[in-house]
């Protein structure tokens, strides 16, 4: 199983550009979540998804978009990237635990390190 | 909201030493919760859970006992290895009618263990 993939592993961008970080699964996870991860502030939701066709914000959404077409890609869009988004940025997704909590686990990418300059 | 303190690192321990990481939340309803692991340059993956009140958490060396009483869940391991050395977050989820809440994580405790 290749689990949960991002591509790509690194980009540089300039201010005002576009691009799209990647992220498919191969587990049937109806669940998937993007997060960013910045020094001192642990990991943050921008979007998740709970199934396809069902998108949701998460607490630092401004400036990104999703779309949620089919179970295994969960792709996160920015329109014109700033500084502020330079960022690792980790998708996951989840499987709900048996036994009634309804938790989700995630089982996360290796991350891309996204620099805006 | 639903939030997650851990205590701030770095911690910098010795090999065999005793290794205790804090955790408290705060949470609607009954959460469960979860630490997490992330070795340098990975994306993070499941260390332990706990589910109800009381439950201990259990993997490779590492315990967690979910204490209710002060919402806590409190990172420990008798015993840590220079190869134990990496980021560890804890997590919640909570309940709600439409299912669980996303996953709130802590802003991690970066262990460091020297030979």
């Known amino acids: 199983n290749a689990g949960v993939t991002q591509t790509p592993k690194f980009q540089v961008l300039k201010t005002g550009q576009s691009m799209t970080l990647q992220c498919a699964q191969d587990m049937n996870h109806e669940y998937m979540s993007w997060y960013r991860q910045d020094p001192g502030m642990g990991l943050r939701l921008i979007h998740y998804?709970?199934?396809?066709?069902?998108?949701d914000q998460g607490e630092v959404p401004n400036g990104y978009n999703v779309s949620r077409s089919t179970t295994e890609d969960f792709p996160l869009r920015l329109l014109s990237a700033a500084p502020s988004q330079t960022s690792v940025y980790f998708c996951?997704?989840?499987?709900?635990?048996?036994?009634?909590?309804?938790?989700?686990?995630?089982?996360f990418g290796a991350g891309s390190r996204l620099t805006v300059l | 909201g639903n939030s997650v303190t851990q205590m701030e690192g770095p911690v910098t321990l010795s090999e065999e030493a005793f290794l205790t990481i804090n955790c408290t939340y705060t949470a609607t309803g009954y959460p469960s919760l979860f630490w997490y692991v992330q070795y340098p340059g990975e994306g993070l993956q499941l260390l332990l859970k706990?589910?109800?009140?009381?439950d201990k958490g259990s993997n490779k060396g590492f315990e967690a006992t979910y204490r209710k009483e002060t919402t806590s869940f409190h990172l420990e391991k008798g015993s840590v290895q220079v190869s134990d050395s990496a980021v560890y977050f804890c997590?919640?989820?909570?309940?709600?009618?439409?299912?669980?809440?996303?996953?709130?994580f802590g802003k991690g405790t970066r262990l460091s263990v020297i030979a």
């Open positions: 706990a589910t109800k009140a009381d």
């Open positions: 997590a919640l989820t909570s309940p709600t009618t439409g299912g669980n809440t996303p996953l709130v």
């Open positions: 996951a997704s989840s499987y709900v635990l048996a036994g009634g909590s309804g938790a989700n686990v995630l089982t």
């Open positions: 998804s709970v199934g396809a066709g069902i998108t």
